[in-house]
C-alpha cells in the first residue's frame, strides 16, 4: 500500500456503490491502465487503482501524460459493458463529463469541456481521459476509463513547455488533496455510467453538451485525416462533433481532437493549443 494516500480520507468522501470500494493504491505504476486491466481479473467489476507515480502514462492518439510523482491522480477502473459495444464511443464523452462534475464540486466552477473528453479552464488543460476497450479472458466486453487530473501542481511543477498551457485545481483556488480527487470523480462517474448502461445515451450527451466550452465557435480540429475548421454546432447522437461552414453545410467527425486555442480566447500573453 502506498503510504502517500490518506485511504480513510479516500473512504469518507466516496459515495458510490461500485466504483472505487475496491481499490489498489500504488508508490509507482508504469501506467494505470494496464494494473486496471489486471485488477478486472482479480477484483472484478469497478476495481479501481490509484498510482502517486505513473511513469508511462498515456493519453489519446499516442500521446504521453506527464504528472509530477504525487501531485496529479493518475486514476483507473475498470468496468464489464452492459450497453451494446457499438455505442462505446460515448464512453470518452461520458468520463470526460464525470471529471468536468468532479472539478465543480471540488470548487472549479470554470471547468468546462472540450471535445471528446478533455477537461479545460479557459485554454488550460485540467485533465484528460483515455478509454481502452477490450474483450478481457473469460468473455464480454470490457473498458478500461483512465483519467489524468492535476491536482496538486503549482506552475513550475509542470514541464516548461506545459506551463502555459495547463493548470490544476490548486491552481484554480480548491484545497482538494488526491484522495478528494479520486474519490469526487468516481462518485461523479457511477450514475453517468449506469445511465450509459441502461440506455440513457440522450441524456448523456445532453448534460455534456451543457458544459462543453466551444458551441457557436468556430473551432479547428486535428483529425486523422488533418485539420479541419467549422462553426461547433452539437453533438450527434453516437457523440460525433457536428461542424457547420459559412454556405450552411454540415459535417459531421467522430475522431480527432478540438484545438484548445480556438475554444477560448487568448489571454494576455496567451500560448499556443494544449
Same mark, same amino acid.
Given at each position: ?10 473512504t469518507?468522501?466516496?459515495?458510490t456503490?461500485? &466504483? ?20 478486472l481479473?482479480?477484483?472484478g ?27 496529479? #491522480?493518475?486514476?483507473?477502473?475498470? #468496468? ?16 470526460g ?8 464540486? &471540488?470548487?472549479?466552477?470554470?471547468a ?44 513550475d ?20 488533496? #488526491? ?19 441502461e ?7 445532453a ?25 461547433? &454546432? ?13 454556405r ?26 494544449a
Amino acid at each position: 500500500m502506498a503510504d502517500g494516500f490518506d485511504r480513510a480520507r479516500f473512504t469518507a468522501r466516496l459515495r458510490t456503490h461500485s &466504483l472505487g470500494q475496491r481499490l489498489l493504491v500504488r508508490d509507482t505504476a508504469a501506467s494505470t491502465n494496464d494494473v486496471a486491466w489486471e485488477a478486472l481479473a482479480s477484483l472484478g467489476d469497478g476495481a479501481a487503482v490509484v498510482a502517486l507515480e505513473q511513469t508511462r502514462g498515456r493519453g489519446r492518439e499516442g500521446r504521453r501524460w506527464e504528472l509530477a510523482p504525487g501531485r496529479g #491522480l493518475a486514476l483507473s477502473v475498470a #468496468l464489464r459493458l452492459g450497453c451494446d459495444p457499438r455505442q462505446a464511443g460515448v464512453i470518452p464523452l461520458a468520463a470526460g463529463l464525470a471529471v468536468a462534475l468532479a472539478g465543480h464540486a &471540488l470548487g472549479v466552477s470554470r471547468a468546462r469541456l472540450k471535445w471528446p473528453n478533455d477537461v479545460l479552464v479557459e485554454d488550460r488543460k485540467l485533465a484528460g481521459v483515455l478509454c481502452e476497450l477490450r474483450r478481457p479472458a473469460g468473455g464480454g466486453d470490457a473498458v478500461v476509463i483512465g483519467t489524468g487530473l492535476n491536482v496538486l501542481q503549482s506552475r513550475d511543477e509542470f514541464p516548461e513547455d506545459l506551463r502555459e498551457r495547463a493548470t490544476s485545481l490548486r491552481l484554480e483556488g480548491s484545497s482538494a488533496t #488526491l484522495e478528494d480527487a479520486a474519490a469526487e470523480t468516481l462518485t461523479q462517474l457511477e450514475p453517468i455510467w449506469n445511465g450509459l448502461q441502461e440506455g440513457d445515451r440522450a441524456g448523456v450527451l445532453a448534460e455534456w453538451s451543457r458544459w462543453c466550452a466551444h458551441w457557436g465557435r468556430t473551432v479547428r480540429v486535428r483529425t486523422p485525416a488533418g485539420p479541419v475548421e467549422g462553426t461547433a &454546432l452539437r453533438l450527434d447522437a453516437d457523440g460525433g462533433l457536428v461542424l457547420g461552414d459559412a454556405r450552411g453545410r454540415e459535417q459531421t467527425l467522430v475522431a480527432g481532437d478540438v484545438d484548445a486555442a480556438s475554444v477560448a480566447p487568448a489571454r494576455k500573453g496567451g500560448s499556443d493549443a494544449a
